[in-house]
Structure formats: structure tokens, C-alpha cells
């Protein structure tokens, strides 16, 4: 049979991490982070990725942005194989499929709320790069603050303008790292439900490394680390209609 002749199966997984190891220095400061780890998340789940302080978490999320490259392993993130792309082709797929939200916000202080969402759009080659900020932004609550630098907005500000960010190229895949950890339990709640809202109405998976039992509880399924092993978990009951 003409293989051009069969039909292709769509991959089911947005991720998939097979045998992943990660050491990390030289010689006696060498430090062994994640252990032979192989994981599998599906297209539109929502996980939310476990554990102590150290256990790996926030470096497996970083490997699944393609800013970690394992020792060992392979990591294919939606259908790209991330260990073939050189430095460049990673930073063009992060810019159009993937969208990282960090615990720091990570914004440029010398660029307004717009241009902090506007300029990775113009990297990308977005000729609407400006008109598409202003509308996440605007999605954000933020479309009186389009003008404002990040020292002029509160911490729930920036972390929206953050969010914005990661949001803008519609990317298939979000990855935050403890995105209301810097926040109080009322802004961080406001996040927390921005965040799952614009999953649910863009079909995006997540990714979500968190301490926070209450955003633990809006994932569909947890992962756990400790000492750089991963555990997949049961199921979450009733996650997906939970609002927490």
C-alpha cells in the first residue's frame, strides 16, 4: 500500500516526555535534578505539577518550554520535537505555541504595558502585533493602563499584563510557574480565574506549577515530584466544574 495513502492519526498529546534526565554544574557541584522522567499530557488538560521545594517542578516546566535541554530523553511539545530545534528555531516555536507565565512577571521596566505585549508579537512577525496587544489587554481589564510601565501598576496589574503576554499569539500550550505566588489570596484569585477562563475559551492545555491548594483543585489532573521523580496521579474528581 502507497503510504501517502494512509491516513495519519492526529497526535493526542500535547506533551509527551520520554526517559528525561537532567543533571545540572561540573564535578563535585554537579546536581542531578530530574531523574529518567516520561509523561504524557493530553490536548486541553489542565495539570497542575506538585511537590516541595527542589523536587524539580519549575526545572520540568522549563524543560517543557524547550529553556532546559535534558542530558537524556526526548521532549515533544505540540508535535515538535524540541531536542532537533537549534536556539533559534526554539525561540520561533515558543513564539507562536507556547505562552509562559513566571511568578515574577518578568515584564521590561522601561516599556509600557503595550509595547511588553506588543514587541515578542513583532519578533514573531506579527504585522498587528500592537492592535493585538491592546485587545488582550483590554481583556485583561487593563485598557486604561495600555500607557502605564510596570512600576506603576500594582502586582495583580502586572501579572495581568504577564498573562497578556503569554495570551497574545493564541498559543496552544500555557505554562505558568506559581503565576499567584507573589500575589494576596484576592488578586491571586482574580488570576486564577482569568487564567482557567481563557483556557476554557481558547481550548489551551496548561501547565500550572503551584503551592496553592485552590488552583491545585481547578486542574484536571495533578502531577507530583519529589527528588526529581515524577508521579502521575489519579484523576481530580469533579476538577473541571469546580470554580474554587
Known amino acids: 500500500m502507497d503510504s501517502s495513502s494512509i491516513e495519519r492519526r492526529p497526535e493526542p498529546n500535547a506533551i509527551r516526555i520520554d526517559g528525561v534526565d537532567l543533571s545540572l554544574g561540573t564535578g563535585a557541584a554537579r546536581v542531578h535534578i530530574l531523574k529518567e522522567i516520561s ?11 506538585v511537590g516541595p521545594s527542589g523536587s524539580g517542578k519549575s526545572t520540568l516546566l522549563m524543560v517543557m518550554a524547550g529553556l532546559e535541554r535534558p542530558n537524556a530523553g526526548r521532549v515533544l511539545v505540540a508535535g515538535e520535537d524540541l531536542g532537533r530545534l537549534d536556539e533559534d528555531a526554539l525561540a ?26 506588543a514587541v515578542p508579537l513583532e519578533l514573531a512577525g506579527r504585522s498587528d502585533a500592537f492592535s493585538r496587544a491592546g485587545q488582550e ?18 502586582g495583580g496589574e502586572q501579572q495581568r499584563v504577564a498573562l497578556a503576554r503569554a495570551l497574545a499569539p493564541d498559543p496552544a500550550i500555557v505554562l505558568a510557574d506559581e503565576p499567584t505566588g507573589n500575589l494576596d489570596e484576592t488578586t491571586g484569585k482574580e488570576i486564577m480565574d482569568l487564567l482557567f477562563a481563557k483556557r476554557a475559551e481558547r481550548g489551551s492545555t496548561l501547565v500550572i506549577v503551584t503551592h496553592d491548594p485552590a488552583l491545585v483543585r481547578r486542574c484536571d489532573r495533578i502531577v507530583r515530584m519529589h527528588s526529581g521523580w515524577v508521579e502521575e496521579a489519579p484523576a481530580l474528581r469533579n476538577a473541571k466544574a469546580s470554580p474554587a
Open 39 to 49: 509523561l504524557q499530557i493530553e490536548q486541553g488538560e489542565a495539570i497542575g505539577l
Open 137 to 154: 489587554l483590554e481583556n485583561m481589564g487593563l485598557a486604561d493602563r495600555l500607557g502605564h510601565y510596570p512600576a506603576q501598576l500594582s
Open 92 to 117: 520561533r516555536f515558543r513564539g507562536r505555541a507556547v505562552g509562559i507565565v513566571f511568578q515574577s512577571f518578568h515584564l521590561i521596566p522601561t516599556m509600557t504595558a503595550l509595547e511588553n505585549v
